[in-house]
């Protein structure tokens, strides 16, 4: 965060070329800003800022937040997702305060991939900024909103769960218009169905449930 406050000016020559110091917090006026899609987090403990001597403060503050985003799962394992992250403030209206972003979206998403270096599930792909306006009880707030883009890497599903399903679709048909007995057709039959209940349990505890519509491949 940065902002400005034209009260808080000196002239460094006048206090042995001191251009900056570093300030709790609770000293000066700081923005209230929210996250609206927040759920839960953990507050900063870096409750410090630094001001110039132009009257510029500068605050870092890092969060670790989780929030709630909607999925759409229908092409799972092959989905992408996109997920909102809101800032605004409403104490103050647009007419005493407004937010704007100081970087552009490529710089965002140059410095998120030089600081995501997981290889967990999802992969991180793009980061665009919405600035806009919100309407409150007949006021218009300030409202920053990220909208982050993942992709998900699906080579364990693959693996887990495709591949084993197509394998014993194909047995299956194999088998059916193979030449053996009809008892043993109907006993291989018998253990395709319960593979197929197993790997639909195993499918049931993977797949996302925060979603309206099932995917495509839990519905075939």
């Not at 053996?180 to 197993?198: H, P, V, Y």
Request: with cysteine; charged share 15%.
């Amino acid at each position: 965060q940065e902002w400005q406050n034209p009260f808080a000016t000196w002239d460094p020559r006048d206090f042995c070329n001191i251009s900056e110091i570093v300030l709790p917090m609770d000293t000066y006026w700081s923005p209230p800003i929210f996250i609206l899609e927040r759920v839960n987090g953990q507050n900063p403990e870096l409750n410090y800022m630094v001001l110039m001597h132009n009257g510029t403060f500068n605050s870092t503050r890092p969060y670790q937040v989780t929030l709630t985003c909607s999925l759409v799962i229908f092409k799972f394992p092959f989905d992408t997702q996109m997920c909102n992250l809101s800032i605004a403030s409403f104490l103050y209206p647009v007419t005493d305060f407004v937010m704007k972003t100081r970087r552009t979206p490529a710089e965002v998403v140059r410095d998120s991939k030089s600081l995501i270096l997981t290889d967990g599930e999802w992969k991180f792909t793009n980061v665009s900024i919405i600035e806009f306006t919100e309407m409150m009880d007949d006021k218009e707030f300030s409202v920053v909103t990220y909208v982050i883009s993942m992709d998900r890497r699906p080579t364990l599903y693959i693996l887990n769960l495709i591949l084993p399903t197509c394998a014993l679709y194909l047995l299956d048909m194999a088998v059916l218009f193979g030449p053996s007995s009809l008892e043993e057709k109907i006993n291989f039959q018998i253990a395709i169905i319960l593979g197929s209940s197993m790997l639909a349990v195993i499918l049931n505890n993977s797949l996302p449930t925060s979603s309206n519509k099932p995917p495509i491949i839990g519905t075939h």
